[in-house]
């Protein structure tokens, strides 16, 4: 496949589709973690995460 550092959503959904991942499971994780993803920088001030390891995470 070749996007270890950066897939895209499709780029993952044809992997989990390799793994036997049905597709609805593979979006429903997807959206999970970008609905995670989408909250990380308010929570990481507020509980005092460095700028520059909040950038690297």
Do not use: T, W
């Not at 897939?7 to 992997?15: G, M, N, R, V």
């Not at 970008?34 to 520059?52: N, R, T």
């Amino acid at each position: 496949m070749g996007e270890g550092r950066s897939p895209d959503k499709e780029h993952l959904l044809a992997l989990a589709g390799v793994a036997n991942i049905s597709a609805k499971k593979s979006k429903q994780c997807i959206e999970q973690v970008q609905d995670s993803l989408a909250g990380f920088e308010k929570l990481a001030g507020e509980y005092g995460v460095f700028v520059d390891l909040g950038l690297r995470i």
